[in-house]
């Protein structure tokens, strides 16, 4: 059984969302085109890895490699950090 609230979720600005989206955004254009690609269907969208590589029509390590990558280079960026890392 699961527990429901009447108190409702808590009320955010939108502009401190608008803020938000548009850091995210910013971040996400650091990395390359094809590898922002293979984030979003993943991550955005939820598209299974093997999904991926059918719809690109690459293989399936390169949509590993490329996921990867793109990981990697988020982690190096300090921005993310306060994203994941409060």
Not at 32 to 41: C, D, G, K, S, Y
Not at 57 to 85: Q, W
């Amino acid at each position: 059984q699961r527990f429901v609230s009447d108190e409702g979720l808590p009320e955010v600005e939108d502009e401190s969302v608008s803020n938000v989206a548009s850091e995210v955004e910013g971040l996400l254009k650091a990395l390359t085109a094809q590898h922002r690609e293979v984030i979003l269907l993943r991550f955005v969208d939820g598209f299974k890895l093997e999904e991926i590589a059918d719809m690109l029509d690459i293989p399936l390590g390169t949509v590993k490699s490329r996921v990867h990558n793109a990981i990697s280079r988020l982690r190096s960026e300090e921005d993310v950090k306060k994203f994941f890392f409060p």
